[in-house]
């Protein structure tokens, strides 16, 4: 017990000096208005060099990320069915559904849901 302790505390020390080092180390950059401004061949820009982001697309892609993860954890609910009690199985599936079920429910009834927007 006593070399895992130490070996953590020699793991973040090191961890600890390398971060510490590599910030004095850094190289320093002073924000410029000139410098972080887009260059054109020496010209002003035409147009804004950034574009906007649709909020629509990152909530959309976050509600899916969600659903996707989920499918991966609803995927070896089958393959437990066969190593574990019934009893529990189905109420630990039931509620994981459930779970499901409601947080569609609250991004359906938040409007999220409605694609032609």
């Known amino acids: 017990m006593l070399s895992i302790l130490m070996i953590t505390m020699i793991i973040l020390l090191i961890s600890t000096m390398v971060m510490f080092i590599a910030s004095i180390l850094s190289k320093k950059s002073f924000?410029?208005?000139e410098k972080s401004s887009p260059f054109e061949c020496g010209f002003d820009p035409k147009s804004s060099s950034r574009l906007p982001f649709s909020?629509?697309?990152?909530?959309?892609?976050?509600?899916?990320?969600?659903?996707?993860?989920?499918i991966a954890l609803i995927l070896p609910i089958i393959l437990i069915?066969?190593?574990?009690?019934?009893?529990?199985w189905t109420t630990t599936s039931i509620i994981f559904i459930?779970?499901?079920?409601?947080g569609l429910y609250h991004e359906w009834n938040q409007g999220m849901l409605n694609w032609s927007n």
């Open 98 to 102: 459930l779970i499901l079920l409601l």
């Open 81 to 88: 069915l066969n190593y574990s009690n019934l009893f529990m």
């Open 31 to 33: 924000a410029d208005r």
């Open 55 to 70: 909020l629509r697309f990152f909530l959309i892609a976050i509600i899916f990320l969600i659903f996707d993860v989920e």
